[in-house]
């Protein structure tokens, strides 16, 4: 792993924020957390990679809410050169 942002999908729709801080905060410091919809992804950034890894590790198929996680690294969006985001 190479950042320490985070994926986390398969999200329930009563997760929050404060949820998420909560849960990653038991492998490190949380930096941020973006949930991004109606709760069905987020991203949480984490002080190092190191924690990152262990929160991926430990996290992934976690129930929470009734709901197993999916914790990835977060991939970067590329984008043609010169271009941003489709509108």
């Given at each position: 792993m190479q950042g320490k942002t985070l994926?986390?999908?398969n999200l329930s729709s009563t997760v929050n924020r404060n949820s998420l801080i909560d849960l990653f905060s038991g492998y490190?410091?949380?930096?941020?957390?973006?949930?991004?919809g109606a709760n069905a992804f987020g991203f949480i950034e984490m002080a190092s990679q190191t924690e990152a890894e262990e929160a991926k590790k430990s996290l992934q198929g976690y129930n929470l809410e009734g709901k197993e996680l999916k914790v990835g690294e977060a991939r970067q969006k590329n984008?043609?050169?010169g271009r941003g985001p489709r509108r």
């Open positions: 994926y986390v999908g490190g410091s949380v930096v941020d957390v973006k949930i991004i984008y043609p050169r």
